[in-house]
């Protein structure tokens, strides 16, 4: 697929703009790749590198200006590959560091940004750093993890009784060289994660080096994953309602990326992103003071229930805590981690939390497409900068049907959940699995439904998810009321979210139970769905000019 001429036209601008020193991040469309699902080029079954390289036309067709690249550093996939063994190189499964420089270039040469993902809380078990501290007790290498002796008189209990972000337990015991019990090591996540211990300061070293690796190679931002959890209480005292968390948001935290913030001031146009999961606002905006991060994801609006009031003040919140700090705003609906959202607002609870396992709870496709439709407008047109996760703009659901044998996420053993289904490959081509991903067996199996969701089964479809994405980020680059940092809600009828962006722009989204009128106006821009003669259907959402 060859770029269409406006796309090629506006192409030519984001390239220009790549030099400059301007904010980027602010208000950009940055787009979510999961690399062993994006595209397979040597049919193995899983997406690499060069798969990334050979469909970047789709990427710049969509008009994304970013690429947010999940993990693709040597691991032994005991976790997707967040259980990093080396943040230096690149994993063989996904190519190689010269095709990582090669994507980075070329990317840039489409005017698409390229951010990585680090992962500062842990390595993997197989990092030369672990396996130098469980080869010797009195290793150096010990005091750059939470090694600890265990509890009772055989020291056979656990350190702590903490549950980890997965459940279950997060302290393994060690075996010494001569085949005694040993200490017991902190992992926040799986055994094969041991967390780091960053109040070392060979720790800290470390990655403000990882990031200047990185960023040598053009390398436009860095997404922080787990950006909270880094800093731990050493009396490891234990989790208490009401009482400052163990191991949650610590004060320490913010002198790591303060260090952080001036490595990525020291190269130009250069942004820190942090997967933030704080439910406290004022908490939450600590991350992005002017010396720190300079942006984070926003989930209290991927987790918002489809309610009308409940989305305003969401929307409210966000605003006014991002303000307070003239950090941009950012709008998050998927990501790697969650239900995709086509089958969150197909189902009777809209809402989304790891708490609240709604896996195999009944889907209405057709209702959550609609409201997806019209979550996409409303999303692509709130001040602030937007992710947009892989095959969202192909309005892909969850896929449910996985075979318990075929997951391999290891969250399903301790939660009961997996994050499998939103992990599935993409369809480009083809009527039926594995469309166009492979020539092989896809790491994990595609819905046969998928058939009418391929890029090529999309493309031209001017009702299809995907061109409403192509439209819709377009009109964004255009607008010049979507490049004003505010917004103003309009007076509206219940149920009905409206707003304007500047002096001639408005996004209407109605969440009612009946279909209502559209406010005056000049013209109408985009919709998300077909309108009823001059009223708005529930569920949908449209673009306004409302002066000329």
Not at 150 to 171: A, I, L, S, Y
Not at 462 to 485: F, V
Request: aromatic letters at 10%; glycine letters at 8%; a negative charge.
């Amino acid at each position: 697929m060859r770029p269409k001429p406006h796309v090629e036209t506006i192409r030519k601008q984001v390239i220009v703009a790549i030099s400059d020193q301007d904010p980027w991040w602010r208000d950009a469309v940055i787009y979510q790749v999961y690399p062993r699902s994006f595209a397979d080029s040597d049919g193995d079954g899983i997406g690499d590198i060069d798969g990334i390289r050979a469909h970047l036309d789709h990427l710049s067709d969509l008009g994304v200006d970013a690429i947010w690249m999940s993990p693709w550093y040597p691991s032994p996939m005991a976790d997707a590959g967040y259980d990093v063994a080396d943040f230096r190189d690149i994993d063989p499964a996904f190519g190689t560091l010269a095709g990582a420089e090669a994507l980075v270039t070329e990317a840039h040469a489409q005017g698409i940004r390229m951010i990585v993902d680090i992962v500062p809380n842990h390595i993997s078990s197989e990092h030369l750093w672990f396996k130098k501290a469980l080869a010797d007790p009195e290793a150096p290498e010990r005091e750059l993890f939470w090694f600890r002796p265990g509890r009772g008189p055989d020291g056979d209990q656990m350190p702590t009784d903490w549950v980890g972000e997965f459940g279950g337990t997060t302290w393994t015991r060690t075996t010494n060289p001569d085949g005694t019990p040993g200490d017991w090591y902190l992992h926040l996540f799986t055994p094969e994660q041991p967390d780091l211990n960053w109040d070392h300061p060979a720790v800290r070293e470390e990655f403000e080096d990882i990031l200047r690796f990185w960023f040598d190679r053009g390398v436009d931002g860095i997404r922080i994953d787990s950006a909270a959890l880094l800093f731990k209480d050493r009396d490891l005292p234990a989790v208490v309602d009401g009482q400052r968390h163990p191991f949650h948001d610590l004060d320490e935290v913010h002198d790591v990326y303060r260090a952080w913030r001036r490595v990525s001031d020291s190269y130009p146009s250069r942004a820190l992103i942090g997967e933030v999961w704080m439910p406290e606002v004022d908490r939450f905006a600590n991350y992005l003071r002017p010396d720190e991060l300079h942006a984070a994801f926003n989930f209290d609006f991927l987790g918002c229930a489809w309610d009308p009031q409940l989305m305003r003040e969401c929307i409210d919140r966000t605003l006014h805590a991002h303000a307070a700090i003239g950090a941009p705003a950012t709008w998050v609906l998927s990501n790697h981690d969650v239900t995709r959202h086509v089958t969150r607002y197909g189902r009777t609870e809209t809402t989304f939390s790891f708490e609240n396992n709604l896996d195999g709870t009944p889907v209405d496709l057709e209702l959550g497409t609609r409201r997806a439709r019209a979550a996409a407008l409303l999303s692509l047109s709130l001040p602030g900068s937007t992710y947009v996760y892989q095959g969202e703009e192909l309005g892909l659901w969850e896929n449910e049907n996985i075979p318990v044998d075929q997951m391999q996420d290891p969250m399903y053993a301790r939660r009961g959940h997996t994050r499998d289904g939103c992990r599935v490959p993409l369809p480009w081509t083809g009527d039926e699995a594995p469309f166009g991903f492979t020539t092989g067996e896809p790491w994990l199996p595609q819905p046969a439904e998928w058939k009418d969701r391929t890029v090529e089964a999309q493309t031209g479809d001017p009702n299809s998810m995907l061109e409403l994405y192509r439209s819709a980020i377009r009109a964004r680059k255009t607008e010049a009321g979507l490049h004003q940092d505010g917004m103003t809600w309009l007076d509206s009828g219940p149920g009905v979210l409206a707003y304007t962006r500047g002096r001639d722009f408005a996004c209407v989204l109605n969440m009612s139970g009946a279909a209502v009128a559209l406010p005056d106006h000049h013209s109408v821009l985009l919709t998300s769905g077909p309108l009823d003669g001059t009223l708005l259907p529930q569920d949908t959402a449209v673009w306004l000019r409302i002066q000329e």
